[in-house]
């Protein structure tokens, strides 16, 4: 089983940028579909981005559509979620998770393993 840690937030103002990170060990990130999720304080977790277990078939929320932009680096056995435009609604704490061999799922319960989340903050 692969773990994930996940990294990168911080606090940017509005129209900044960020870039989270989704660092795998114990097996390759190769052959796992990965996930973005965010949950916002008081609301519910809710699907951001993803990247299917090939590395590709990028999707994204309507939400965050031509903003984010996933990105797999093999080399390092990482996950990025590059954020751009960020907007005052983009703060939450955002998680990557990981399934093997998925493709485009979009439901968080149907994913195997979390890493432990990094908040982003977007002042306006």
């Known amino acids: 089983q692969v773990q994930l840690v996940t990294s990168g937030g911080g606090v940017v103002h509005a129209g900044g940028s960020l870039r989270l990170s989704c660092a795998a060990s114990g097996r390759t990130i190769n052959g796992y579909g990965v996930g973005w999720f965010r949950q916002a304080q008081g609301k519910n977790r809710e699907f951001v981005a993803l990247i299917s277990w090939s590395g590709d078939r990028p999707y994204y929320a309507e939400s965050v559509k031509g903003r984010f932009t996933v990105s797999r680096d093999l080399g390092v056995n990482t996950d990025y979620l590059q954020m751009d435009n960020l907007k005052p609604e983009d703060t939450a704490v955002y998680y990557c998770?990981?399934?093997?061999?998925?493709?485009?799922?979009?439901?968080?319960?149907?994913?195997?393993?979390w890493g432990q989340g990094t908040q982003v903050t977007v002042s306006s």
């Open positions: 998770a990981g399934r093997h061999l998925g493709i485009q799922i979009v439901n968080d319960w149907e994913y195997e393993v």
